[in-house]
């Protein structure tokens, strides 16, 4: 059974911060490099982050040096934490594997909004 189940958004002022949750099926979490994705309003879905089975992690420019991803194995589970939020980080958040295609399986998402 296949499963992605995203949390931890909410409604936070800029310069504050969250930290997201996911919690993955193991048949899509084990072997494989897991990653954080966003889509804004109007825009496509973007990655945000990633990081491999064995720790190494990859950043989008625009989160480089706010955003810190890990992971779990035991549990399964990704975590993003986000720090000096900003407004343009308004978006729903997704984790996934990495890549990942529109025709794959995809969660609920959890939305993250930064009021300025």
């Known amino acids: 059974q296949v499963q992605l189940v995203e949390s931890g958004g909410g409604l936070v002022q800029a310069g504050g911060s969250l930290r997201l949750s996911c919690v993955a099926s193991?048949?899509?979490?084990?072997?494989?490099?897991m990653a954080w994705y966003r889509q804004a309003p109007g825009k496509q879905r973007e990655l945000v982050a990633s990081?491999?089975?064995?720790?190494?992690?990859n950043y989008a420019d625009s989160v480089k040096g706010r955003f810190t991803i890990s992971r779990d194995n035991a549990k399964n589970s990704i975590y993003l934490q986000m720090n000096s939020l900003k407004s343009e980080d308004t978006a729903v958040y997704y984790c996934n594997k990495r890549p990942a295609f529109e025709y794959d399986y995809w969660g609920q998402g959890t939305q993250v909004t930064v009021s300025s």
């Open positions: 990081i491999m089975t064995g720790g190494s992690t």
């Open positions: 193991r048949n899509i979490f084990r072997l494989n490099t």
